[in-house]
């Protein structure tokens, strides 16, 4: 079973720019999470979708960042115009259902400098 | 809102001794669930061990085991003859609500020595 894909694995970008990762989660996970795990310290939840909409997204920035899920499948995050303060790894995770119980599986995560 | 403290930064253990990992939660969920997860140097997290809060047995997984004291609100993780490639970083998370969100801890760095 293949596993929870992202890319990229690393970015470096100028602050004020733009920044797109992208995740495709295992087949037939119908949860799909975004979290923000910053040097240190542990991940924190961003966005979470079930299916294609949006479960949780208290967390998220919306004045920069945005994230969609269209077809209920792969998802995009994207950060517009990026913070020194938004370096960090992006980590991308699925489960088969959303529930407390479920087991989520992590991506390999993308690593974002902002310079 | 649940808060998670992990008290060790890091922690060191020979290998094939065995190693006690601490954490202790705060939560207002009656019913949850608590996870243990292993992000190795790759940066993929794994789980390692997971425990129902209703249940009083404690949740064992091969060499890992966890001692849960629901009144104490604590969930420390055990591994037993530990081994080289348990060098990680461990987070403890409880999960709660009808959307299971995940609350991570800091992160306990583990180093086992040959």
């Known amino acids: 079973e293949a596993g929870v894909a992202q890319s990229p694995r690393y970015k470096i970008i100028e602050k004020r720019q733009s920044v797109a990762f992208w995740c495709n989660p295992i087949?037939?996970?119908?949860?799909l999470y975004w979290y923000q795990q910053i040097l240190g310290q542990g991940p924190k939840l961003l966005i979470q979708?079930?299916?294609?909409?949006?479960?949780?997204d208290s967390q998220l920035p919306k004045d920069r960042f945005s994230a969609e899920r269209l077809k209920g499948v792969d998802s995009t995050l994207k950060i517009q115009p990026a913070k020194l303060e938004d370096s960090a790894v992006y980590l991308c995770?699925?489960?088969?259902?959303?529930?407390?119980?479920?087991?989520?599986?992590f991506g390999p995560g993308t690593r974002l400098t902002v310079l | 809102a649940q808060t998670v403290t992990q008290s060790q930064p890091e922690m060191s253990v020979q290998e094939a001794e065995t190693v006690t990992l601490s954490c202790t939660y705060d939560?207002?969920?009656?019913?949850?669930?608590l996870f243990w997860y292993k992000q190795p140097p790759s940066r993929q997290m794994i789980l390692v061990i997971r425990q129902e809060a209703y249940k009083q047995q404690n949740a064992t997984e091969n060499r890992f085991s966890v001692n849960f004291q629901k009144a104490a609100k604590s969930f420390s993780l055990k591994i037993s003859d530990s081994q080289l490639g348990d060098a990680a970083m461990y987070f403890c998370a409880p999960a709660g609500g009808s959307q299971g969100n995940l609350i991570f801890g800091k992160g306990t760095k583990l180093s086992v020595k040959p």
């Open positions: 087949s037939g996970h119908a949860t």
């Open positions: 979708f079930q299916n294609n909409g949006v479960v949780d």
């Open positions: 939560t207002s969920e009656s019913d949850y669930y």
């Open positions: 995770a699925s489960s088969f259902i959303q529930g407390t119980y479920n087991e989520q599986f």
